[in-house]
């Protein structure tokens, strides 16, 4: 069967395969709700590969079945060596409409959040946290899913009138439990996982992870040795692309710019320092 493109978003391309799905992580970064026009080499296979490892290491029910492309009708005008290492071949589930965010630590929409009211998503807080302060225990914060733009935070009471009390309360459990696991990991390699999304789907009646799994796209990763609340942390992520936009005149309601070739690179290399630092592993694509 020809591999037929049946969704694209911010990052991936999904095609049908049939009976699975073939996900393939491209080179495209994405800041404020646009797409830039600027990719970063190999870092689709840097998302890949991480989730693969995280997918090994959790060992928790999830939809990947196998990241070799044999035996696979490759999209049209697509080459093996295009696809290899940025590719999973995953088995077909219905989403469950619900971002699963596990919180660690008080920052980003969680912070501002925070800042108004004094809570974030109906957790209560204490009243003298700090930005990037620590919870004494990791929140779930669950947000919906959006198709463009962001995806909105809510309390746990939304979220279960949107796909049931018994379905929230799994989802609640399966992603803190993931989310101490990694982070233990994560520590043991010297970075701090701040928080990260989720997301699940049904499988022959169960509920089974899918889609990336704790990468920098989907996670914040800070250095542990750096760490320092009350202030914004330096992290392995986007910063070095978010920091050139915030110094442009983009007024981010209009096409974004191109990014400086340094600013590619350095973000480059910040992906794959997280990938090798968290994995132990060295990145094969340089």
């Known amino acids: 069967m020809t591999a037929t493109l049946t969704r694209q978003g911010k990052v991936r391309d999904i095609y049908d395969l049939g009976d699975r799905f073939l996900m393939v992580a491209s080179d495209r970064i994405s800041a404020f709700d646009w797409v830039l026009p600027t990719t970063i080499p ?4 840097v998302l890949t590969q991480l989730s693969l490892f995280w997918f090994e290491f959790l060992g928790v029910p999830n939809h990947l079945l196998t990241s070799s492309l044999d035996g696979i009708a ?3 005008g697509l080459t093996r060596e295009q696809l290899e290492g940025r590719s999973m071949v995953v088995r077909k589930c219905q989403v469950i409409p619900i971002e699963c965010v596990v919180r660690g630590y008080l920052v980003g929409s969680g912070w501002k959040d925070y800042q108004r009211s004094g809570s974030v998503c109906g957790h209560q807080l204490p009243p003298d946290m700090l930005n990037c302060g620590k919870f004494r225990e990791p929140l779930f914060t669950p947000a919906t899913k959006a198709e463009s733009g962001h995806d909105e935070n809510i309390d746990f009471e939304t979220a279960c009138r949107q796909v049931g009390e018994e379905v929230v309360r799994e989802l609640s459990d399966k992603s803190l439990g993931i989310y101490r696991l990694a982070a233990d990991h994560a520590a043991s390699r010297g970075i701090i996982l701040a928080d990260t999304k989720f997301e699940f789907g049904w499988h022959d009646g169960r509920i089974i992870l899918i889609d990336e799994v704790l990468t920098p796209d989907s996670s914040r990763f800070w250095p542990a040795d750096e760490y320092e609340p009350g202030r914004n942390q330096r992290s392995f992520d986007k ?15 209009s096409p974004p710019p191109e990014l400086p070739a340094e600013i590619v690179a350095r973000t480059r290399e910040k992906y794959i320092e997280a990938y090798e630092r968290l994995s132990s592993r060295t990145f094969q694509w340089k």
């Not at 190999?42 to 296979?45: E, F, N, P, S």
């Not at 978010?242 to 983009?250: A, D, I, M, V, Y």
């Open 42 to 45: 190999d870092k689709g296979r």
């Open 74 to 76: 490759l999209p049209k």
């Open 239 to 253: 910063q070095f692309v978010r920091e050139f936009l915030e110094s442009t005149t983009w007024d981010k309601n």
